[in-house]
């Protein structure tokens, strides 16, 4: 990308591929489901407006039946991993969807195992000890081909902090990053091409 774009037009392009994407995206808290944002084709999925999803609990749309949930959990509970896991999706409209689920528990110390992996990863998610996220970006990014996601919560309420976490992001030119003052703040961060 050249590093003479604006943080604007890298911000326009992060909202195109979060919000033009065929995959049905949607941005959740984890403690409460809480739906922060969506894009069109999650709202197609669902079956409802986004507007109408935007501070809703994810689980409690009623989308997933309870043995769905329930056998998800259960594979990670025993297997670690859900692979290519097809269930079921009701929408409000009243048809059946086929959903494909990937996901993969991986337990312990964050710098242990982003330094011990050879995986790499389509998403994220930072959510630690805030003076830990530059580190924990620095493991994660060779780890993220073109097309992968940070997301880096808490930035606003903790900006004394993390701001230069977010500028950083912001500035590298192989990134596409913007804060998004939702809730207590996000760091969307697109990876564009490999580290230089």
């Not at 065929?22 to 409802?48: H, K, P, Q, T, W």
């Amino acid at each position: 990308m050249d590093p003479h774009v604006t943080a604007p037009h890298r911000e326009g392009l992060l909202d195109r591929v979060f919000h033009e994407s065929a995959l049905g995206m949607a941005v959740a808290r984890l403690d409460d489901g809480e739906v922060l944002e969506a894009n069109d084709a999650f709202s197609y999925l669902i079956g409802r407006g986004v507007p109408d999803l935007l501070g809703t609990d994810v689980f409690a749309l009623g989308l997933w039946s309870d043995v769905g949930v329930e056998r998800a959990k259960e594979m990670l509970r025993t297997r670690g991993v859900i692979d290519g896991f097809d269930t079921t999706v009701r929408p409000s409209d009243g048809e059946t969807r086929v959903i494909r689920l990937w996901a993969e528990l991986v337990e312990g110390d964050a710098f242990t195992t982003l330094r011990e992996t050879e995986d790499t990863f389509d998403l994220v998610f930072l959510d630690s000890e805030k003076e830990g996220y530059e580190a924990l970006f620095a493991l994660a990014r060779p780890l993220l081909e073109p097309g992968g996601l940070v997301v880096a919560d808490n930035v606003l309420s903790h900006a004394d902090t993390l701001e230069a976490y977010s500028a950083a992001r912001q500035a590298d030119p192989t990134l596409s990053s913007v804060t998004v003052p939702l809730d207590r703040g996000l760091e969307l961060t697109v990876v564009l091409t490999e580290a230089l």
